[in-house]
């Protein structure tokens, strides 16, 4: 982890994260794989979550039956069709993490172009952000996992380079781009792209997640544009 001290890059750009990072829908991934684990005797628990969050769903339920060890009971794709009618009940009801909506209204007020990179496909997007329309409309582009120019999911950086090439005059040089992320493979998926990260993790995520990021925060609230030479905050 860099100290605040360090000289760091001057940033153009902004890419964010969703699941985890401006909303608050990882919760409802665990539940619904505890409850899933419930009916092999078996418990949940965040040494398996770190290894699945921010990956495309197809990827991440494959880690989920092979590390649990009910891949011969339950495949991945079965897997996928049992938790379904579970998200699509508790993703409508979706919040915001705290400090989401100040730091794009503001990054967006001051004309820095913002993004959205997420490993969540269309259908599950849609019902995450019903509640949030306005908010995410600030986005000048939003790039899907199952978007045909991500190839591979994170830890891959197809998301993130995709992301890079959409903005206007892109593809932007990925060394003024900063993204925001709160899942290890999300955080190796920018730093694969050569991307500068800023990881704001759950606090029951195991600390030695946090060395692949330029910058850790435990909530978005603490973000000062300032040390990235982005505009400041007016009432800061
Ligand atoms: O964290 P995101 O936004 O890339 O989403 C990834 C999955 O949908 C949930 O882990
Ligand atoms: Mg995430």
Redesign the pocket.
């Known amino acids: 982890m860099a100290d605040v001290s360090v000289e760091r890059p001057i940033i153009s750009h902004v890419i964010f994260?969703?699941?985890?990072?401006l909303l608050d829908t990882?919760k409802f991934y665990t539940q619904v794989q505890e409850q899933i684990l419930a009916r092999f005797n078996k418990t949940f628990d965040w040494s398996l979550k770190a290894k699945m969050?921010?990956m495309k769903a197809i990827e991440a339920a494959r880690v989920f039956v092979e590390e649990t060890g009910i891949s011969d009971s339950l495949s991945a794709e079965d897997f996928l069709v049992e938790r379904e009618s579970m998200l699509q009940s508790l993703f409508p009801t979706s919040e915001l993490m705290p400090g989401a909506s100040r730091l794009i209204e503001h990054l967006h007020a001051k004309g820095v172009p913002i993004c959205l990179a997420?490993?969540s496909h269309r259908r599950h997007f849609e019902l995450k952000t019903q509640r949030h329309g306005e908010l995410f409309k600030l986005m000048h582009h939003i790039v899907l996992g199952d978007d045909p120019e991500v190839k591979k999911g994170k830890p891959a950086p197809d998301v993130f380079l995709a992301a890079a090439r959409r903005f206007e005059g892109g593809p932007i040089d990925s060394k003024k781009i900063l993204v925001f992320?709160?899942?290890p493979a999300?955080a190796h998926a920018a730093k694969n792209a050569g991307m500068n990260v800023v990881m704001v993790p759950d606090p029951r995520l195991d600390s030695s997640h946090h060395a692949i990021a330029d910058q850790v925060l435990s909530s978005l609230s603490d973000f000062n544009p300032s040390e990235w030479g982005l505009p400041a905050f007016e009432n800061a």
């Open positions: 994260d969703m699941d985890g990072l990882e969050m921010g997420t490993g992320e709160d899942a999300g």
